[in-house]
């Protein structure tokens, strides 16, 4: 009965690779979140995403999409990925009260 | 641009003592102010959530204030224990579109027993 969940949960890949992290939320919400915490433990956003409209932190590479293949899912797309991309990402989702959920995180290392 | 500062960055404590967490925000337009607690390799816990028309917010042994004009919120734990040990973080949302939080960068609390 996890609200928020994400795969996989360790992710270890070379310098260049594409990869993809997956996001569920079995709560109904309309809005879906992805954060980078990075290895100084601070939590900044990345993507707003509620079906009609995608908003996009301007520090975000492009390297970075988020892809929703339907209101429950929101998928972090990573291309030729760099070092400095190692991190834990989250996954979040937001009731109609602003209050946000977050899933477990993913541990990306890129080596 | 919005900023949050969580002080202090780490606390430790013997278990029982009440304690306070502070964090501030620079712009107090916002939607509301929500405080989480991060165990370590894990991830965020919900723990009060303090709308913009509220002053607090109350759960348990835990208290959170709101002040958005001095844009300023505290959480309050009473008699602590070891179990409270975590990062705890507080996030704001803006009145804009997105519902993109700020975070603070955390308080580390360790509750010695």
């Known amino acids: 009965d996890t609200a928020v969940s994400q795969t996989p949960k360790y992710l270890v890949t070379q310098m260049g690779n594409d990869k993809s992290i997956k996001c569920e939320q079995n709560?109904?919400?309309?809005?879906m979140y992805w954060y980078k915490q990075d290895s100084k433990k601070f939590l900044k956003i990345m993507f707003s995403?509620?079906?009609?409209?995608?908003?996009i932190n301007e520090t975000v590479p492009n390297r970075f999409s988020p892809k929703s293949p339907d209101k429950a899912h929101l998928n972090l797309h990573i291309n030729s990925l760099e070092l400095g991309d190692s991190a834990v990402y989250f996954c979040?989702?937001?009731?109609?009260?602003?209050?946000?959920?977050f899933g477990p995180g993913t541990r990306l290392t890129v080596t | 641009k919005q900023e949050v500062t969580q002080i202090p960055a780490a606390l430790s404590v013997p278990e029982g003592e009440n304690l306070v967490l502070n964090c501030s925000f620079t712009?107090?337009?916002?939607?509301?102010l929500q405080w989480f607690r991060q165990d370590p390799g894990k991830g965020l816990t919900s723990l009060l959530l303090i709308q913009s028309s509220q002053r607090e917010q109350t759960s348990g042994r835990l208290n959170a204030s709101l002040d958005k004009s001095s844009g300023r919120s505290t959480l309050y734990i009473a008699a602590s224990q070891p179990g409270d040990s975590a990062t705890y973080l507080c996030a704001v949302r803006p009145n804009n579109a997105g519902n993109m939080l700020t975070f603070g960068g955390g308080t580390r609390l360790m509750v010695k027993p």
């Open positions: 709560l109904g919400h309309d809005t």
């Open positions: 995403y509620n079906n009609k409209e995608l908003i």
């Open positions: 979040a989702s937001n009731t109609g009260r602003g209050e946000q959920y």
């Open positions: 712009d107090s337009a916002i939607y509301n």
